[in-house]
T-cell receptor
Framework: GNSVTQMEGPVTLSEEAFLTINCTYTATGYPSLFWYVQYPGEGLQLLLKATKADDKGSNKGFEATYRKETTSFHLEKGSVQVSDSAVYFCARGGLTGGGNKLTFGTGTQLKVEL | GAVVSQHPSWVICKSGTSVKIECRSL??????MFWYRQFPKQSLMLMATSNEGSKATYEQGVEKDKFLINHASLTLSTLTVTSAHPEDSSFYIC?????????????FGQGTRLTVV
């Protein structure tokens, strides 16, 4: 079936470290792909997205590239900050209607320390 | 971006009682809203799609008589957990898409932590 698999957390990094959170998906066709972030006590916020193969989504220093060859959408940031501490969810949209029906990964908790 | 507000943010109720959770789109009209459930350390699971003016579409395995969804207006959907039991304790999140905006983005409420004792 269609699913999203992301690396398990928690991930603990020092400030200014490089971040990678892996995400792979299974689907027939080419769904839209998303990264959402959930800060403590808040709802999910869209971090970035890519709607077709080879697209790169970017926001707040985070990047992810839609790789159809490897069915991946890994999240990266060159230098994390304490304020990036949150839970990150990879998600894929339905094959019709864009992001209407989302399938989420399990979430990866990131903790950034000084 | 568009704002979706969920209320309450947390609730504790006794077994056997019913709890209503509200999801409002504050600055746009949402013909479709989605209800998710999140278990600890697990992914968000889509429970149902709420359609304004018509019956909700439930995902397989979700009891429609247990989780009543009403989408009476373009800005409000409610989820009522009926005859709640401790196993219903979970984090419930709603989302909506702004049809006048980007077709691919969904906006989420802040979630409701339900604890049934």
């Amino acid at each position: 079936g269609n699913s999203v698999t992301q690396m398990e957390g928690p991930v603990t990094l020092s400030e200014e470290a490089f971040l990678t959170i892996n995400c792979t998906y299974t689907a027939t066709g080419y769904p839209s792909l998303f990264w959402y972030v959930q800060y403590p006590g808040e709802g999910l916020q869209l971090l970035l997205k890519a709607t077709k193969a080879d697209d790169k989504g970017s926001n707040k220093g985070f990047e992810a590239t839609y790789r159809k060859e490897t069915t991946s959408f890994h999240l990266e940031k060159g230098s994390v900050q304490v304020s990036d501490s949150a839970v990150y969810f990879c998600a894929r949209g339905g094959l019709t209607g864009g992001g209407n029906k989302l399938t989420f990964g399990t979430g990866t908790q990131l903790k950034v320390e000084l | 971006g568009a704002v979706v507000s969920q209320h309450p943010s947390w609730v504790i109720c006794k077994s056997g009682t019913s709890v209503k959770i509200e999801c409002r789109s504050l600055d746009f009209q949402a013909t479709t809203m989605f209800w998710y459930r999140q278990f600890p350390k697990q992914s968000l699971m889509l429970m149902a799609t709420s359609n304004e003016g018509s019956k909700a579409t439930y995902e397989q395995g979700v009891e429609k008589d247990k989780f009543l969804i009403n989408h009476a207006s373009l800005t409000l959907s409610t989820l009522t957990v009926t005859s709640a039991h401790p196993e219903d304790s979970s984090f419930y999140i709603c989302s909506a898409r702004d049809p006048s905006g980007d077709n691919t983005e969904a906006f989420f409420g802040q979630g409701t932590r339900l604890t049934v004792v």
